[in-house]
């Protein structure tokens, strides 16, 4: 197939067909807001829309169609571009696109794409869009060996790869010749909008199904002498749909093969990449490890030579050369983000909150929960700790059970640990507070007053003892 310029057919304006209720799913919640790689299944297609620089976007909803605009419209890629229209009652993928006829303009090419299609490539569509320059009604195809169930491509020729599209033909109307063609439609085209809307006022329901076919325009454009051309792709991943929880977990599992392989073709080492999930990005440098049942989400960077041990979960965090994630540490960054720095030492068991900011050589052990603090150079907290909403100076050591108290009830208030403070085992510090450098906090104290450089602080209530104290005694049962 001859390729033909993209800049030759305009403005692109894509429409997605997310009205169906996914019946198979056996869900509450509707098909297309199912997660895969951490994002709605409809949340892939709009963003793919999006890098291809979509003039405008429809989504077709219908069941659960207020969830799915809600869920659309926070935080979509696409901005004002998206916008809905609802098709209701559901009479088939051709009533679909008619509801979206009156937010598409004459003079672009129209994309129609599938909701629960979530994989289609970027290069693939912009094929698929060269292949219609504008002109012609482009079908996105692929062969398979068993394709039962699929919309079978005609071609005039009479063979699977050659000749003009004349007919796609659904498996229930299909004639037994038909049903033996392997080539199937995957349920995208591109196609003029000025030709599309006119094929879309002819269609009529008179199939097995009693619907609207959007594929009957394939006859209508040869009746009118418009070409029909096939881009053929070889990728089964991006035309794969979801209906069911089995295809959804399978998507699921070949795309993060896929992300596995891509990570070790650049070095990474993975223990297993049957065991690993990204529902995001993420970039590595040389040398990086990685065990097993580790997430990662987000926007997640990993320094040369940095380990991470098994059963992590990390998100939109950046952590730099050297340092050591031990297992079972849950690193949550969000819009605040999260840094580690170089060669330091994290975990087991320990949780890092938006906002942590770690330096260089900074130990976080077990059990050890940091949110929006800094901790410079060297500081260690071991243990059983909590820093919340704290800035924590050089070499400070950070004592097992201590926290900071930064909540009032109301307000949340910070603490300022300077350089080469020792805070002992289970103090409070209670905010708004400073510990001046070198100062030391004996074990046990709770300090609600800032200290002076280089000073003791201890702050216990005296011991008393009673001799021969006895507990009370439980009653004998009557």
């Avoid at 696409?78 to 088939?92: D, K, M, N, S, V």
């Avoid at 989400?297 to 991470?308: A, H, N, Y």
């Avoid at 909590?386 to 208030?413: C, E, F, M, P, W």
């Avoid at 400073?434 to 450089?453: D, H, L, M, R, Y």
Wanted: glycine share 12%; proline share 4%.
């Amino acid at each position: 197939m001859n390729q033909i310029p993209q800049d030759n057919q305009g403005p692109v304006d894509v429409v997605i067909m997310a009205a169906g209720k996914g019946t198979r799913m056996k869900s509450r919640l509707p098909k297309v807001l199912h997660r895969l790689a951490g994002r709605a299944l409809l949340a892939h297609v709009t963003d793919t829309a999006a890098r291809i620089g979509a003039r405008h976007v429809v989504v077709v909803t219908g069941h659960g169609a207020a969830e799915v605009e809600a869920a659309m419209s926070a935080g979509n890629a696409i901005g004002g571009a998206l916008q809905f229209a609802r098709q209701e009652p559901q009479l088939g993928t051709g009533h679909a696109v008619q509801q979206a006829v009156p937010l598409l303009p004459d003079d672009g090419t129209v994309l129609v794409l599938s909701g629960d299609v979530p994989l289609i490539g970027e290069e693939t569509l912009r094929a698929l869009i060269a292949a219609s320059a504008g002109q012609r009604l482009a079908l996105l195809t692929i062969e398979f060996d068993d394709p039962a169930g699929y919309g079978r491509i005609v071609r005039a020729a009479g063979q699977e790869g050659a000749g003009e599209v004349t007919a796609i033909v659904e498996q229930k109307d299909a004639t037994e010749a038909q049903r033996e063609i392997r080539e199937i439609y995957s349920g995208m085209m591109a196609v003029p909008a000025n030709l599309l809307k006119g094929w879309l006022a002819r269609l009529d329901n008179r199939n097995a199904q009693g619907e609207y076919y959007l594929t009957d325009i394939v006859k209508l454009a040869a009746a009118d002498g418009v070409p029909v051309v096939a881009h053929v792709t070889a990728d089964a991943l991006q035309v794969a749909g979801v209906n069911s929880p089995a295809q959804l977990a399978a998507l699921e599992r070949a795309w993060q093969s896929r992300q596995a392989d891509a990570l070790m073709a650049q070095g990474v080492r993975l223990a297993d990449p049957a065991r690993f999930d990204l529902r995001g990005t993420l970039a590595c440098e040389a040398d990086v490890e990685i065990d097993v049942n580790c997430v990662f989400e987000g926007s997640v960077f990993l320094g040369e030579g940095v380990r991470i041990g098994a059963n992590c979960v990390i998100a939109n965090a950046r952590i730099e050369a050297g340092a050591v994630i031990h297992p079972f540490t849950h690193i949550e960054g969000e819009k605040a983000g999260v840094t580690v720095g170089e060669k330091s030492l994290i975990g087991p068991f320990a949780r890092l909150r938006p906002g942590a900011q770690l330096g260089a050589e900074v130990h976080i052990g077990n059990f050890v929960e940091v949110k929006n603090s800094t901790l410079a150079d060297g500081a260690k907290a071991n243990h059983l700790a909590y820093l919340g909403d704290a800035s924590v100076g050089q070499r400070v050591n950070y004592g097992a059970g201590s926290i900071t108290a930064n909540y009032d009830g109301a307000n949340k208030h910070r603490t300022v640990i300077e350089d080469d403070v020792h805070v002992g085992s289970n103090c409070v510090l209670v905010a708004p507070i400073t510990i001046g450098a070198g100062g030391t906090i004996g074990g046990g104290s709770t300090v609600n007053k800032s200290t002076e450089p280089g000073a003791l602080t201890v702050a216990r209530s005296k011991a008393v003892s009673f001799p021969n104290w006895k507990r009370p005694q439980k009653k004998p049962r009557a």
